[in-house]
């Protein structure tokens, strides 16, 4: 195999009450990525369509620093020449860097023949995110890489665990068109966290991975609350309060910030709701004059997946 | 129905990661309780056995407290004489206080011919253990009710989830005779916890429930870490590190404190292994002085029950 061509998808990570242990995948929006194995034993991005300001040299893009460690650590077999098309809007906190981090960990795997296991290339997809936010998560990474819902329950050592969910299980995404840093969305979290709310956010992830396991969608409803990040989080959404009671009064599951913002997500039984969920929320925001994106997708089964 | 003779089991809560939000009873020990109908519509203590300390004036008992509050909101049909008989040590760490709140919450229902639910029983039994601990807490009681493993997801409003457990899931209890008031166990701990540790507990929450009910058993070892309680309160039971490392390397799947000690508690696969664990568990501790109570039993299906 010369050339891979991949589409990796955009994530949601957190999932309301599962702050850097939760996220997963969904069918669109996604970025693809093509590979080509050189005999000039380099790594070089040639092309990047779909956002602006990614940088082109190796050791600033995501995809070049993982795609240069991983091929160091084989003996630098061959070079590859490396394009991005951006389907995912970096900054968006639906996994932009993620997914470039991913897609690359994915398709340089291929390329070697598949030496790692999924859970072998979290870490290298991990180096990109580093690049990107500062921080060592994989809460986008490896949902893109594993497919589904994917609950990261140890990162010393690093422990991986994809969850079933029920079927019919939709994501309505919303991305105002603002930016926010991640940095500053983390520094905007308190370091310590009082032990009753810590108390409530744990029995809540307790019940959310129930009712995903036992297709209970009360019990996800019901599970669905962010007492950690949300509560300072949102502040830095325009109309955040707008958008919530939109989700929730035309049937979503459950509501929260995709990531770390600005992007914020619903979780609904069925397209039909996850659609009316849509509607909902474009219309509440309307008055704001803020423009925005929106998807709604089912739970990707998969992550990263050959096109050709 | 004039009169009812119940057993109501012990209780593990906490479960590691499950800091007051997972519990399960044992089969044994537990408590035998008597209640009888009477006309004079009072409520007294009449007989206690197998605890030294425990008070017979309604008011201060914990039966008692729980058996005139169901009365009194029913417009006090009848009296009760109500005898305890503890198999459950006051202040071990397994839910002697839980055991007599449940157990009366269960019983009374029954003499009024079943008007709550499980969940309605709760909050009485809460009353009980807000008169023993000072904390409105239901990880003991709720277990005691329910049966099998129990989440509690919040208390307010207050949601508890069964949840399924693989069959063959032993426990062994190892209970050392010192005295650890639950007020201090709580007073040590810390009120604000850092954001790194709190993720590392609800990602091994997560882990836990998933391993439970998945019947994953290397999961579930791998998610019984403590991060929260253990670090402080094991500093309060003698010999902390010579029994974890016992049940450990005897095959235990996992090992913590039950609720706020001084019991301890292990999970194994299977009553052999949880046997080994007890014996092991028993040799680590001979050559500090200390006597102590040991059991071993299957995860007990149902909790309070009716004898005769």
Not at 10 to 32: H, K, M, Q, R, W
Not at 88 to 109: K, L, R, Y
């Amino acid at each position: 195999m010369d050339s891979l061509k991949i589409f990796v998808p955009a994530t949601v990570s957190n999932v309301t009450c599962g702050f850097d242990i939760l996220g997963f995948p969904v069918e669109a929006p996604g970025d693809i990525m093509t590979f080509r194995k050189t005999t000039k034993k380099e790594v070089r991005i040639t092309h990047i369509s779909g956002a602006d300001h990614l940088p082109y040299e190796t050791h600033r893009n995501i995809a070049g620093i993982v795609a240069q460690k991983m091929l160091e650590d084989n003996g630098m077999p061959f070079g590859l020449e490396i394009t991005l098309d951006k389907g995912i809007m970096p900054g968006s906190g639906i996994g932009s860097s993620g997914a470039s981090a991913s897609g690359t960990a994915f398709a340089v795997n291929r390329l070697l023949d598949n030496p790692y296991t999924d859970i072998e290339l979290v870490p290298y997809a991990m180096l990109g995110e580093i690049s990107a936010s500062g921080t060592r998560h994989a809460d986008n990474v490896a949902p893109a890489l594993y497919g589904g819902i994917v609950l990261i329950r140890s990162y010393e050592p690093l422990d991986i665990i994809r969850l079933d969910s029920p079927e019919d299980l939709y994501c309505t995404i919303f991305h105002p068109l603002v930016e926010i840093k991640t940095s500053d969305a983390r520094a905007i979290l308190r370091k310590n966290l009082p032990l009753d709310k810590a108390v409530r956010q744990w029995g809540n992830v307790a019940g959310l991975v129930t009712g995903l396991l036992k297709n209970d969608y009360h019990l996800i409803a019901r599970s669905m609350e962010d007492v950690v990040a949300e509560p300072v989080r949102s502040l830095l959404i325009p109309d955040y309060d707008k958008l919530k009671p939109a989700a929730m009064d035309h049937g979503a599951l459950g509501f929260g910030i995709s990531g770390s913002g600005p992007a914020v997500f619903a979780l609904s039984r069925g397209e039909e709701t996850a659609r009316k969920v849509r509607e909902a929320m474009t219309r509440a925001y309307q008055s704001t004059g803020i423009k925005f994106n929106t998807y709604v997708s089912r739970i990707a089964k998969q992550g990263a997946k050959i096109v050709s």
